[in-house]
Structure formats: C-alpha cells, structure tokens
C-alpha cells in the first residue's frame, strides 16, 4: 500500500510577520515619543456675529530637532497666537517663543530654554520610495501620543498654502492624522522625520499630506537664522490664461497658458516700470512661464536685486523687458 507524507500547514508565518511589523513601529515610537510635543496656543479670532476680537484656545503638535531646544510645527497651528506653550513628554508645560513662520510652507519654528531634550533628525527625502513604511506620531493632549502607521502612497504632491502659494515636494501618505497631529513629525522604520505633517482632505478616505523632510529643514534653518524665507516680489497681481493658438504659433510659443497681468503697484525695491496693465508674462529669465505659480518659483531670494529679462506679449506680440525683483514684506 502506498503511504503519503501527510502535508504540514504552516499557521504562524503571517503572526510572525505581523508580529515584526508591530515591533518595528512600536519601536519607532518608543524611540521617538519623547521628541515630540504638544502645542498649546491663545488666538485672536474676529466673532462674525459682535464684529468684536475675542480670545480661543487651539493646538497642535510639534517636535523637538536640537538638544538646545528648537521645535517645528505648522505655521497654521501658532498663525495669530497671542501666547504659545509646549507641553513636553516628561510633564513639563514651558512657554515657546516663535523664531520664524513661513506660511508659503506651512512650516513654523518655536524656541523653549529646557534641558535634557531628546532631538529628532532629518531623513533625505529624496531617498524616499513609494510603499515604504510611513509613521505618524503626535501629541494632542500633551501626555497621551497617538500613532497611526501606513506608506508612502506618492512623492512630489503640490498643496496650496494659506497664502495662495503652491508648496512643492509634498508627500501623500495613508497613515491618518487626528486632530490636533499638524506639526507633528511623519518618520521612517528608523525613527528619522521623512516629513512635517500638515494636512489632509476631509472629503477623502485616507489621504494625508506631510511637507517633506528637505523642504521642512531647508525652511527651519532659514527660520531659525533670518526668522524668515526670504522671498523675491514683483509688485504685481496677475492671473493665468490660456493663450490662443493664432498667439502661440505667431510668438512660436511652446507654453500653453501665461499669467495676464491686471494690475501693477509702485514699490521702492521693485522695479517695474517697463510692465504695462494687458501685458502676458510667458517668460522669466530664461524660463517659461504658464501659470502664476510657475512665476512664484521663479521668485526665490536669488533674483532679488537683480536685473531680470522677462517675456511678455503686448498686444499680441512678444518683447523683452527688464525687471528688478524686490523682497516680499
């Protein structure tokens, strides 16, 4: 009779992996926690009814990056704050001071004058992948952290900031953020920040958005050196259109779209004398440009003071001017 090897069905292998998983975030957060912070702020805020300002409370979160005590957050989380308190992982609820915000990021810097901190580092964001492990940790209500882990769902977002602006190199995750996570960090398997939590669409099932790790460093260091991004302003207010193909091809224009300017304000630093109410900006330097942020990433601080040709048609016909940039107040 012929006998068979009965077959043996392994059951632990997908506890086992679930299980290194588990310990791989538990393990990040233990490593981390300490790091970050509870925001407390007082805001003025206008009541739409008395026309009268009165004061609210509000909060978010924030992590530490140096022993010495520096803190990121979301600027949208200290915006109008008459008063601003960390609360630390230890207990402690010392007042913060605001070194810089910078809303065109959403990225906000804070001081405290503590010792013994634990400091989190910056990972290189452009190292990151899609399906990599994301971590979201934040600190709502000061001594109890909430966690919420997922992947990298897409590198390279844009989102628009408070100011209109478009912030680029945003990164869109699936690890849910709370409320009360903005500011918080969003960090790799090895506890270092990938990015700076900062949004997500309500409407939507799962998708939050964290400024990444490179831009959030890059503006941290300038806050915390100048108290501000410094940023290039043309005096103008401009809106995209789209150009006509009669214009494209009588210009031969590759762009699809330019800004249309509507309106030109004399300012002392800028000069724009040579731009004229009509005209269509296609161009800056030696850069097209289709769109008013297309123009916004032109205006680093690199251009300020500096005569710039730019591309305009005027009455249906392409020219160069000259402008000098001034520095955004």
Not at 162 to 171: A, H, K, Q
Request: proline share 3%; glycine share 10%.
């Amino acid at each position: 009779m012929e006998t068979t090897t009965p077959v043996r069905l392994v059951q632990h292998n997908d506890a086992d992996l679930l299980d290194v998983y588990s310990k791989t975030i538990t393990g990040v957060v233990n490593t981390i926690a300490d790091a970050v912070v509870h925001i407390q702020v007082t805001k003025k805020v206008l009541d739409r009814q008395t026309r009268q300002e009165r004061l609210l409370p509000g909060s978010g979160s924030g992590f530490i990056i140096s022993s010495d005590g520096f803190i990121v957050t979301n600027h949208h989380v200290i915006e109008n704050a008459t008063s601003i308190k960390a609360s630390l992982a230890d207990g402690r609820l010392v007042t913060a001071e605001l070194k810089g915000a910078d809303p065109s990021t959403d990225i906000a810097v804070l001081k405290i004058y503590e010792t013994n901190l634990r400091a989190l580092h910056f990972a290189d964001s452009a190292q990151l992948q899609p399906g990599q492990i994301a971590i979201a940790i934040g600190n709502p209500l000061g001594l109890q952290h909430t966690v919420t882990a997922g992947v990298v769902s897409a590198l390279g977002r844009t989102l628009r900031a408070t100011n209109g602006r478009l912030i680029d190199d945003i990164i869109q995750t699936d690890a849910s953020l709370n409320p009360g996570n903005s500011g918080g960090p969003l960090v790799n398997s090895f506890g270092q920040v990938i990015g700076v939590n900062t949004a997500m669409i309500p409407t939507a099932h799962g998708i939050c958005f964290a400024v990444s790790s490179n831009l959030a460093a890059y503006v941290a260091g300038k806050l915390i050196i100048h108290g501000a991004v410094k940023r290039a302003w043309l005096g103008i207010a401009g809106q995209s259109v789209t150009l006509t193909e009669r214009m494209r091809a009588a210009n031969k224009l590759t762009n699809q779209a330019g800004v249309y300017v509507y309106e030109i304000v004399a300012d002392g630093p800028v000069y724009n004398n040579e731009l004229r109410n009509g005209d269509i900006i296609v161009g800056f330097g030696n850069k097209s440009v289709s769109s008013v942020d297309d123009l916004h990433q032109q205006l680093s601080d690199e251009v300020i003071g500096q005569r710039t040709p730019m591309q305009v048609l005027r009455g249906g016909h392409k020219m160069t001017i000259t402008v000098i940039p001034g520095q955004m107040k």
